[in-house]
């Protein structure tokens, strides 16, 4: 199974929204809403911000929203701030019964 | 409180087989719809998926990597253990545990682990 596709970067300045792709195809992000995001600051452990595409795990900014349409799944980010800056990987579910992570997007806050 | 920590050796020699032990609380790996999964980061690099076991030994594995991959649990210790045979410098990453209840939900801090000669 290939990883998902992301964009190696992005960026944006405070208080502006980006949105995050994760492109896979019908067998994984497109058949499943089992897409999760997460959120990954150097040295530290990956962070769930998203999971089933569009939910918010308790404690995580509303400000984080997730979306998908056809075999891309999305994650938003409105009202950027400084602490948003990190690395962001998206996963899915597969029709192998396994899972898979994106590439990985570098999210830089000007 | 849930915590999950990856332990094991921090230097491994090619060809030999890696054995990483996730212990965690605060969950029981009887329960159903639970399970442990483990994911790898090389050094710079993306997160990468591994394995995952689940409350009733079902058990899932990377494709590319089902063929030297084992992941067994012991419910009464509160531990996974991820093996890994024949290891390559390509292999250096830092391993992570993490519990499934839906979606990766709480990780462990993360293991480093070294392939080198």
């Known amino acids: 199974q290939s990883a998902l596709t992301q964009p190696a970067s992005v960026s944006g300045s405070p208080g502006q929204s980006i949105t995050i792709s994760c492109t896979g195809s019908?067998?994984?992000?497109?058949?499943?809403?089992?897409v999760s995001w997460y959120q990954q600051h150097p040295g530290k452990a990956p962070k769930l911000m998203i999971y089933?595409?569009?939910k918010r795990p308790s404690g995580v900014s509303n400000r984080f929203s997730g979306s998908k349409s056809g075999n891309t799944a999305s994650l938003t980010i409105s009202g950027l701030q400084a602490e948003d800056e990190a690395d962001y990987y998206c996963?899915?579910?597969?029709?192998?019964?396994?899972?898979?992570f994106g590439g990985g997007t570098k999210l830089t806050v000007l | 409180q849930i915590t999950l920590k990856e332990s094991g050796p921090t230097l491994v020699k090619p060809t030999q087989t890696l054995t990483l032990t996730c212990s965690f609380s605060?969950?029981?790996?009887?329960?159903?719809?639970?399970?442990v999964g483990w994911i790898r980061q090389p050094p710079g690099k993306a997160l990468e998926w591994l394995a995952l076991?689940?409350?009733?030994?079902?058990?899932r594995y990377s494709p590319s990597l089902k063929s030297r991959l084992t992941v067994t649990k012991d419910t009464s210790k509160n531990q996974v253990v991820l093996t890994l045979t024949n290891m390559d410098r390509v292999d250096t990453a830092t391993y992570y545990c993490?519990?499934?209840?839906?979606?990766?939900?709480?990780w462990g801090q993360g293991s480093l682990v070294t392939v080198s000669s």
């Open positions: 993490a519990r499934k209840l839906g979606p990766l939900d709480y």
């Open positions: 605060g969950f029981s790996l009887s329960t159903s719809g639970v399970g």
């Open positions: 076991i689940y409350w009733n030994d079902d058990k």
């Open positions: 019908s067998s994984d992000v497109g058949g499943y809403n089992y």
């Open positions: 089933d595409v569009s």
């Open positions: 996963i899915s579910y597969t029709s192998s019964t396994t899972w898979v």
